[in-house]
């Protein structure tokens, strides 16, 4: 049986607490041991992005939750996307790769541009936002303005019912939880919920994703990547079919034109690592 699958991006505007966010979901999904020395803001690998706090390129990861009482897990693919306008056309690929999105809003300023900017191609493509309130232990801040303005603001992109009828959470990604009642942040035995509102949110709200498993192999490149002993790394998104270590397959360019590619090895993503695998197919979605 393939593992239960969800393809999710995170949006937010530049210092709105998205990477601080992702650590946490790290963390708590058990990515990492309870004895390990993490860095904060894992996935701004990039010194430039360090240095500036932002993320520039986009990356993959994926976490494996099992719900309480339950024992089968469920594998969450996200996507860290660039918040800056002048990235948009990597925007447009991740939104294209990933079938909902965390819609990250900071309880005092509010969405900014750069949320609207991102927000607007994920309507677009028709997927459904979780909007999430974060940092309510700010100093000043208003988390019902802050929702109100999402509000509006979706309006203002013309969102559909379906898009209107969104999930609310609040809470702090650099605190570590996410709960569905504003009065609940303040309730310290509520807080120890951690993120499992959220995943639970984005198991019952993100659809799974869909591929023809009998169709001819069908690869969406998001990124390119090159290694010194493999060559051209290609990751993407599978949109049907399946293909092996070994086979031949063809890159479409723009002009129509085909240019024939052995696949050599083949990659999925386990949490911020990659795991060698031998076949490619639509029970394994984020890969390399």
Known sequence: MPIPIRNIAIIAHVDHGKTSLVDQILRQAGVFRSNQALVDCVMDSMDLEREKGITIKAKNLSVNWTPPGSAESLLINIVDTPGHADFGGEVER??????GVLLLVDAYEGPQAQTKFVLKKALAQGLRPIVLINKVDRE?????????????LFIALHATDV??????????GRAGFMLPHLEDCA???KRKLGLQPLFEAIVSHVPPPQAD????FQFLICNLGYDDHLGRIAYG???SGHSRVGETAYVVHKDGSREAAKLTTCFSFAGLTQKRIEE??????ELA
């Open 280 to 285: 490619i197919q639509k029970s394994v979605r």
């Open 187 to 189: 309730d310290e035995s």
């Open 213 to 216: 498993e009998n169709g001819p």
């Open 94 to 99: 991740i939104m294209r790769m990933v079938d």
């Open 163 to 172: 898009q209107l009828d969104f999930t609310t959470l609040y809470g702090s």
């Open 237 to 239: 998104k599978i949109m």
């Open 140 to 152: 000043h801040a208003d988390p019902h303005h802050a929702l109100d303005q999402v509000f509006g």
